[in-house]
């Protein structure tokens, strides 16, 4: 049985578009139904959702990418806090796609495997306590990507720290601190951006002097934040 909360999360992470923004009412009905989401939570997920389908799509659009795609700090891709630059990271998302398959799930998406949302709707597919082992595993994320959303005064916050609620698990304060540490982009500053972004591109061929760790193992390195990691182009070649 589908997690509808894991799945309804998952469209809310994704960029908005008319079908999401129909969909929203429905959304928004399904975190108010949620018990295992705080009560706070639960209306802060509302009032998200309520945002995402009544404004302007343009300024929506805009607002996502200012936040998800211009950002490294803010990255909807995982591997990006967890492997950085390093050849890991390619082995890393070869063997994701081999446990999705291996799940019977074929993401119908242009995003990489690690995008969050991807990640999401999988686990929704998935025995809760699969999914809840999952999310454990990456709470520190979770939670710094909470507490830079509410520096931002992003309500995209209330997600990850839904999140975080239906992963059941204590973050590793010393990794959400070593995360935290790291100064917020500026998605205003283009020249600093490009800079960032002018990186060598990441090859998706397994490391021959590495193994090939289940989906869950590789979540578990998360303790070890990196931020100097090699953005996706599909994210930089999205327009508001």
């Not at 490294?72 to 999705?100: C, K, P, Q």
């Not at 070593?178 to 283009?190: E, K, R, S, Y």
């Amino acid at each position: 049985m589908m997690d509808r909360t894991l799945k309804a999360l998952s469209l809310t992470l994704s960029y908005p578009s008319v079908e999401l923004q129909d969909a929203m009412p429905e959304i928004g009905a399904i975190f108010g139904a949620d018990p295992r989401i705080a009560p706070d939570t639960r209306a802060a997920l509302q009032k998200l959702a309520d945002d995402i389908g009544q404004s302007d799509l343009f300024d929506v659009q805009e607002s996502y990418v200012m936040l998800f795609d211009r950002s490294r700090t803010l990255s909807l891709n995982l591997f990006e806090h967890v492997h950085g630059e390093s050849r890991d990271r390619g082995g890393a998302m070869v063997s994701l796609i081999e446990t999705y398959r291996e799940g019977g799930f074929e993401p119908a998406t242009t995003e990489l495997p690690d995008h969050l949302p991807v990640l999401l709707e999988f686990l929704s597919t998935r025995p809760f306590a699969e999914a809840q082992e999952t999310l454990a595993d990456a709470a520190h994320i979770l939670d710094a990507l909470t507490t830079r959303l509410a520096r931002r005064e992003s309500g995209y916050g209330a997600a990850f720290a839904a999140l975080s609620q239906l992963a059941g698990a204590q973050s590793d304060a010393d990794a959400v601190a070593g995360m935290l540490a790291q100064p917020d982009d500026d998605p205003t500053d283009l020249e600093a951006l490009d800079a960032v972004w002018e990186e060598t591109e990441v090859t998706f061929g397994p490391d021959p002097n590495a193994g090939c760790p289940q989906v869950r193992d590789m979540l578990a390195c998360m303790d070890k934040p990196a931020f100097n990691a090699t953005p996706a182009p599909t994210n930089l070649n999205r327009s508001a």
